[in-house]
């Protein structure tokens, strides 16, 4: 059995890399308690620099004993490109000692290495991507792999990754394990981490609802009902008494901020476990039987968290949300929207998932853009006792109605990410119909961060080309007025955004070399895109690895590809009855599939190269359990 910590270490969880530039360097933990810190550099073949960071970090207290800290360093001199830096991050003692990071935090070194070290690229020459990290799911993690990978290159800083794209789904917050949710409360106990008054709620505060008899695998019947409105019921979800929350696995959804904190904490570091202990709740014999299983898998998760930690802390990392990060089928409809919203619990947990994205993502994407959100955060942790509600709700308000939260890196080719989930385009035909991705003034902004520029990477969390046959599926499941039964999100549900999208490839001065990084649908591919008739045409790919801990079921993932590759083939005739009849899609066939399939499913991370153009000269997925899947380019004809 794992010896339990009886002292709480300095620092919890990190440091993450995040935004990192020569001249800026953006660094994010979580401690135990404030702390006092200095930076050490010590770039190869220069002099080491010690940088004292009182005046360069914020600190957020979530808890009597947990305390968010993010570096934010501007450096006088900037430092050097595609080579190694090495980095030691000291944290002051209570007595007044430094204490290096290979001291509270080994597991973030390489063997033969004394200090993680990072590489600043010249230009983003080479991206890891990935998306849905699911802890229970039953496939190796990703992005051990993708330590692994790293581990393998650490004397050739040139072939490391410029960035760690997380394309959405880092967290699963509406479809947690049991033993991970037991974690989750040992944790939240441990820490002291914040309560909060329930309103709306068949509960009155969060320790009453980890009391609950509900709470571990029944989460569903505590989850706000619409019964108020039968009509609204009937057409959302076929006249079944159902919760707001759509997640299949909703048994035990996190609600509380502090779920949700205690979650990011325990899926990003080995530490926290280090000072937790738990056991089973007592469960029903079905319960039970599933809480064995989960805890096996949970086990071998955690394993694997001390590589997941050490490739964040040498990998500069970028994120943005997709729907599991907050709840299943997040803003798809206005229905959607207006049920959710519409109760204040329901409300609460979105809101509370979007505080939690705040504070353990956002922050390090963009922080000049969200620092007049996270001065607010800051003072919702002020007082001593749970939360404020008329606060916090307050807050939340703020969030949800915030427009802000893509954001885009400079550099060659410049990185635009893409927030595709709280911008949406509501149907103007019917409130119950897909809403787009992004809204017209979306689309426009991203239109013109386009123009004019030779190549860019857009990390759009779902497929802007998808696969045909499953699109088709889920439009014949929208016109049933049954979109939430297969998850009808893509790019070609909403009539208006399909085609601004569709003519911003067709403008005349966005010529350039456009790489579309994807996940979202849990299998991986490829497509090189051409626009028909169009001398001056842009050059498209849609590149798509999902997920870093998950998979599509097989069988019927077997069946799409087949029918797909039959009914859609770049030369069928049923191609000219689609949205996407001015472009030609030619797909790529993985290296290593058995039966021409074009739909890689496994867990792992993406990986690809490109070159001064912008132009991908090598698309892999590094498979979870080992070995490299390679996207050769396929045979597109001349004159397309």
Same mark, same amino acid.
């Given at each position: ?6 002292? #709480? ?34 770039? &190869?073949?220069? &002099? !080491? !620099? @010690? ?37 030691? /991050?000291?944290?002051?003692? =209570? ?53 692994? +990978?790293?581990? &393998?290159?650490?004397?050739?800083? @040139?072939?490391?990754?410029? +960035? ?11 479809? $947690? ?8 409360h040992a944790l939240i106990a441990r820490l002291g981490l914040v309560d909060e008054l329930l309103e709306g709620a068949t509960v009155d505060d969060s320790q009453a609802l980890y009391n609950a008899p509900e709470s571990y695998y029944h989460r569903e019947a505590l989850l706000p009902d619409v019964t108020s409105n039968a009509a609204l019921r009937e057409r959302f979800f076929g006249g079944v008494k159902k919760p707001v929350f759509t997640s299949a696995n909703a048994q035990n959804h996190l609600m509380t901020l502090a779920e949700m904190l205690a979650m990011y904490c325990l899926v990003w570091s080995p530490a926290p476990w280090q000072v937790i202990a738990y056991d089973a709740p007592a469960l029903g014999e079905k319960e039970a039987e599933a809480y064995r299983e989960e805890q096996a898998i949970i086990e071998a998760f955690v394993e694997g968290l001390p590589q997941c930690a050490r490739l964040m802390a040498h990998v500069p990392s970028l994120m943005i949300f997709d729907d599991h990060d907050v709840t299943d089928d ?33 922050? %390090? ?8 959100? *996270?001065?607010?955060?800051?003072? *919702? ?36 990410? #893409? ?21 017209? &003034? ?35 499941? @929208? /016109?049933?007025?049954?979109?939430? $039964?297969?998850?009808?999100?893509? +790019? ?9 999208? /569709? ?8 010529? %350039?070399?456009? $790489? ?23 050059? *498209?790919?849609?590149? @798509? ?17 087949? #029918? ?9 005739? /049923? ?30 991370? %993406? ?6 153009? %912008?132009?991908? =000269?090598?698309?892999?997925? *590094? ?18």
């Amino acid at each position: 059995m794992t010896q339990i910590a009886t002292t #709480l270490p300095d620092v919890l969880v990190g440091p993450l890399l995040r935004r990192l530039s020569p001249s800026r360097l953006i660094l994010w933990l979580v401690a135990t308690r404030p702390l006092t810190m200095q930076l050490v550099l010590n770039p &190869e073949q220069e &002099e !080491q !620099q @010690t940088h004292a960071l009182d005046n360069a970090h914020q600190c957020v207290a979530i808890g009597r004993h947990a305390y968010i800290h993010c570096i934010d360093l501007s450096l006088p001199t900037a430092l050097p490109t595609d080579t190694r830096i090495a980095y030691d /991050l000291q944290v002051q003692s =209570t007595d007044g000692a430094w204490q290096p990071l290979p001291e509270w935090a080994p597991w973030l070194c390489h063997d033969d290495y004394d200090y993680p070290g990072f590489v600043l690229a010249s230009r983003h020459h080479r991206l890891m991507h990935g998306s849905c990290r699911k802890p229970h799911h039953d496939s190796a993690d990703g992005l051990v792999r993708a330590d692994n +990978w790293i581990a &393998e290159r650490q004397e050739s800083p @040139t072939e490391w990754p410029a +960035w760690l794209l997380m394309t959405g789904d880092q967290v699963y917050v509406d479809d $947690v394990a049991g033993p991970m949710l037991r974690a989750v409360h040992a944790l939240i106990a441990r820490l002291g981490l914040v309560d909060e008054l329930l309103e709306g709620a068949t509960v009155d505060d969060s320790q009453a609802l980890y009391n609950a008899p509900e709470s571990y695998y029944h989460r569903e019947a505590l989850l706000p009902d619409v019964t108020s409105n039968a009509a609204l019921r009937e057409r959302f979800f076929g006249g079944v008494k159902k919760p707001v929350f759509t997640s299949a696995n909703a048994q035990n959804h996190l609600m509380t901020l502090a779920e949700m904190l205690a979650m990011y904490c325990l899926v990003w570091s080995p530490a926290p476990w280090q000072v937790i202990a738990y056991d089973a709740p007592a469960l029903g014999e079905k319960e039970a039987e599933a809480y064995r299983e989960e805890q096996a898998i949970i086990e071998a998760f955690v394993e694997g968290l001390p590589q997941c930690a050490r490739l964040m802390a040498h990998v500069p990392s970028l994120m943005i949300f997709d729907d599991h990060d907050v709840t299943d089928d997040w803003n798809l409809t206005a229905d959607w929207e207006r049920c959710a919203y519409g109760h204040p619990f329901s409300k609460r947990i979105i809101g509370n998932a979007l505080v939690a994205y705040l504070l353990c993502q956002g922050w %390090g994407n963009a922080p000049d853009k969200l620092n007049p959100l *996270l001065h607010q955060a800051i003072t *919702l942790f002020d007082d001593v006792g749970p939360l404020k509600p008329d606060h916090q709700d307050a807050f939340i308000e703020r969030l949800l109605r915030f427009q802000g939260w893509e954001f885009q890196v400079p550099g060659t080719p410049v990185l635009i990410v #893409l927030d595709t989930r709280t911008r949406r385009w509501r149907s103007e035909r019917s409130p119950n119909r897909p809403s787009g991705l992004m809204d017209w &003034e979306a689309l426009m902004e991203m239109q013109q961060a386009l123009l004019g520029t030779k190549s860019a990477v857009i990390v759009s969390p779902a497929p802007m080309f998808g696969v045909k046959l499953i699109e088709s599926i889920q439009k014949l499941f @929208t /016109l049933a007025g049954k979109p939430l $039964v297969v998850d009808a999100e893509n +790019w070609m549900a909403h009539r208006g955004a399909a085609n601004v999208l /569709l003519h911003i490839w067709r403008h005349s001065k966005t010529p %350039g070399n456009y $790489v579309i990084l994807s996940g979202d649908v849990h299998y991986s591919f490829a497509y090189d895109i051409v626009v028909r008739r169009q001398k001056r045409a842009p050059k *498209l790919w849609q590149i @798509t690895s999902s997920g870093v801990k998950n998979t599509f079921p097989k069988q019927l993932l077997n069946t799409f590809d087949r #029918l797909n590759r039959w009914l859609y083939a770049p030369l069928s005739p /049923l191609n000219w009855f689609t949205k996407r009849r001015k472009l030609s899609i030619y797909p790529r066939d993985p290296d290593q599939a058995s039966a021409g399939e074009r739909l890689w499913n496994a867990s792992g991370i %993406g990986l690809v190269s490109l070159d001064e153009q %912008g132009n991908p =000269t090598d698309i892999r997925q *590094l498979d979870a359990s080992g070995g490299d899947v390679v996207f050769p380019p396929p045979k597109v004809p001349v004159d397309s």
